[in-house]
């Protein structure tokens, strides 16, 4: 079976996936088909080279549970708060042997800046280029970028918050605990309830 995940049930249109679990109840499994135009139409993305327009996404689901909004924020609050406890521990052992200064934000994001840049400096919705290096804990790469064109607000928070740090010119080595990266999801090579560090180096505003 595959592992179960949280969806809240927020975007609707005629058709949608979120409007077919609507349809059932818990216990229930059903295929859902979902049209290629309309499901990245509504989402304001384009459609990915691997799906062709006039086509059916098809998504195999059963329903697990249900909750309100308030109990799903109540339990994604309470989880988060328990990994990150988790996190920390595994965090401050890496920092201990790091042989760098880092301090921690009200977020629980871990900071180490070797040069703070000057003048103007990334904010939500602006697009910067940078370079960066992303690893696990372990020092293995998952990620790396020359000149790349990173958008804020539309990448993982901890991200978002760590280029806001710094201004041009600016580098440094951020920590990022699972909840502020990609949860219990994890994505492509990452896996579920990884935390992540990002060597960063501000180029210049888009």
């Known amino acids: 079976d595959l592992a179960p995940f ?41 459609v990915p080279p691997f799906l062709k ?26 989880l988060s708060a328990e990994q990150m406890g988790k996190d920390a521990k595994l965090i401050e052992a ?9 301090t921690k934000t009200s977020t629980g994001l871990y900071v180490a800046i070797s040069n703070p840049g000057v003048g103007e400096g990334p904010k939500m919705g602006e697009s910067w280029e940078v370079n960066y290096i992303g690893t ?30 710094l201004k041009a010119g600016g580098k440094g080595v951020f920590v990022i605990p699972s909840p502020l990266a990609y949860g219990d999801q994890g994505r492509g090579p990452i896996p579920a309830n990884s935390v992540l560090v990002f060597e960063l180096e501000i180029l210049n505003k888009k």
């Open 6 to 46: 949280f969806l809240p049930l927020y975007v609707q249109f005629k058709g949608s996936f979120e409007n077919g679990l609507r349809l059932l109840s818990v216990g229930d499994s059903a295929t859902i088909f979902v049209p290629v135009d309309s499901l990245f139409k509504d989402a304001n993305q384009p």
């Open 53 to 78: 327009r006039g086509t059916d996404v098809r998504f195999i689901v059963k329903i697990k549970k249900s909750q309100s909004r308030a109990d799903f924020e109540k339990e994604m609050s309470k």
């Open 94 to 102: 890496y920092v201990a042997n790091s042989g760098k200064k880092f």
């Open 136 to 165: 696990f804990l372990d020092g293995k790469e998952f990620d790396k970028g020359s000149g790349t064109e990173m958008p804020l607000g539309q990448m993982i928070p901890g991200f978002n918050e760590a280029l806001t740090l």
